[in-house]
């Protein structure tokens, strides 16, 4: 009689909610989602673009507002240009994280990127310093899409693919720092570089750096329109049906059990769906580590271009824009290979903690070695820093990626959008203080020459080091804790219960 059950746990669809529709297609499929997939990356890179676009050509901005006195403040109000998007998105990160848990991810997506569209094009026509930064403020303030993007790259397939889905939001946003300077810096000022194309009596000519915005306006328009069709992953039904029947949802945060002390060993490990996320540790924790690889990330990208460009005498490179160009054209599209070829794979051996804690330990003895790379020249000199490049920023998208899935599987799916909220304003404002310290210990470390001890380049390495390792030590127990698995949490207890109903 025991074949003639009904199945001890049946999956409910609510047939008009989009969230059980993409469920019930990720059960029916079992290859990779491309179509959304595609969405997640272009939505990444559509927000990417206009937030490095601008650094190529900010300081010529400023230098035409003809705000400063002296030319050195230059870099000064160039700083508060830039770091205005970062404040705004600080400030508003939380909101639109709630919204999109109320309402969904794709009114919130739509949002942010005809918030792109608009002041994105804006920004191209200021004519003041004041109008640049308003812009620039309602540009980061009114463009939250990036955290529910990456609660939507884990919603968007079946589990066994979430690692490829978070890494593609990596990658784009990764090839939208590469590809915004190169627009940035060849299209500004267009009269002037292209005199027999443009007048400086046209359009352009008198906004000399809408032009660059322009293209990446116009990409976000498309974007829009295509998002249109974009799939919502929202689940938006009642915690039980019109017959009383329990969803899906409700057995996992109820599971049945025969043991009273296993059920409340489970019940512990389930995040329920209403708990404060400011007391989910694995969460919080997971934050905390994020923001401190993001600070070492943002320092270790400002110092690089400096330490790049500057002269030999104080332990650079010597290196043109078109040179460190060249390094980080040939670093992004071997991320990109990585991220969608042999991350998934080693994340699915390895998991995400560990992925993260060895690339980690691996970039400090890597970091160590940039001082003495620079004593090199001509070929060798090439070979060795591409390959140091492309091996840092590998192992930096990898810890990111890593950190990524623990937080979207540390709450549930109606708290994501929130917690990712929360995870952007946090990551804000360490980035907003990244290229502002980085700079500043170059500038320090400048000065350090002629001492004994890490003289020069060798003392910014060796305090990047300590960021570093700071974020290994951190990423153990009892510190970061590990979100527990929903579905493996209620499979033994309910395998125990079906075979003593059998029985």
Not at 118 to 125: A, E, K
Not at 226 to 245: A, Q, R, V, Y
Not at 328 to 339: E, K, M, R, V, Y
Not at 392 to 404: A, H
Request: proline share 6%; hydrophobic share 45%.
């Amino acid at each position: 009689m025991a074949e003639n059950r009904e199945p001890f746990l049946k999956r409910f669809y609510h047939q008009s909610c989009p969230g059980c529709k993409i469920d019930q297609l990720n059960d029916t499929r079992r290859g990779i989602p491309y179509r959304g997939f595609f969405y997640v990356w272009i939505v990444v890179l559509c927000t990417a673009l206009p937030i490095s676009s601008l650094f190529p050509y900010l300081y010529f901005m400023i230098r035409d507002f003809h705000i400063t006195k002296r030319e050195e403040d230059i870099g000064s109000y160039a700083g508060y240009v830039g770091s205005s998007f970062m404040f705004g998105r600080a400030l508003t990160s939380v909101f639109w994280g709630v919204v999109a848990d109320r309402y969904g991810r794709k009114p919130v997506i739509m949002i942010g990127i005809i918030t792109v569209v608009i002041f994105n094009t804006l920004f191209g026509l200021s004519t003041n310093f004041w109008m640049a930064i308003s812009m620039r403020f309602l540009l980061g303030s009114l463009n939250g899409l990036l955290g529910p993007i990456k609660a939507y790259s884990t919603e968007v397939c079946r589990e066994e693919y979430q690692a490829l889905g978070v890494s593609l939001v990596s990658t784009a946003w990764g090839t939208g720092l590469i590809i915004g300077p190169a627009l940035g810096g060849f299209l500004a000022q267009p009269a002037e570089k292209f005199p027999n194309i443009f007048s400086r009596e046209s359009l352009f000519g008198r906004f000399p750096y809408l032009l660059p915005c322009l293209p990446v306006s116009i990409f976000a328009l498309f974007v829009a329109i295509s998002c249109f069709w974009l799939p919502e992953t929202l689940h938006k039904h009642k915690e039980h049906n019109k017959d009383g029947c329990e969803s899906y949802d409700a057995l996992e945060a109820a599971p049945y059990t025969s043991d009273e002390k296993e059920k409340q060993e489970t019940e512990q490990r389930i995040p329920p769906s209403k708990e404060s996320l400011l007391r989910n540790w694995p969460l919080m924790s997971s934050i905390i580590v994020y923001c401190v690889f993001s600070l070492h990330d943002m320092a270790y990208t400002e110092i690089f271009s400096l330490w790049a460009v500057s002269p030999r005498k104080f332990g650079g490179l010597n290196y043109s824009s078109d040179n460190v160009g060249e390094v980080l054209s040939i670093t992004g599209a071997s991320l990109l290979f990585f991220q969608l070829t042999l991350y998934p794979c080693v994340e699915k051996i390895l998991g995400p903690v560990k992925v993260s804690r060895i690339a980690a330990v691996l970039s400090i003895p890597l970091l160590s070695s940039y001082p003495f790379i620079a004593r090199l020249s001509g070929f060798r000199l090439s070979l060795l820093i591409n390959c140091a490049s492309v091996l840092k920023n590998v192992l930096s998208v990898s810890i990111i990626t890593g950190l990524f899935i623990l937080q979207n599987n540390a709450v549930a799916q109606n708290q994501r959008g929130a917690a990712n909220g929360i995870s952007m304003t946090a990551m804000s404002l360490f980035k907003a203080f990244g290229p502002a310290g980085g700079g500043a210990l170059f500038s320090w470390a400048q000065k350090r020459q002629n001492v004994s001890f890490l003289p020069g380049d060798q003392m910014v390495f060796f305090i990047l080091n300590i960021v570093e390792l700071i974020g290994v030590l951190l990423t153990f127990e009892p510190f970061l804790v590990q979100p527990a698995h929903r579905t493996q949490n209620i499979i033994k207890p309910m395998t125990a219960q079906l075979k003593a109903t059998q029985d």
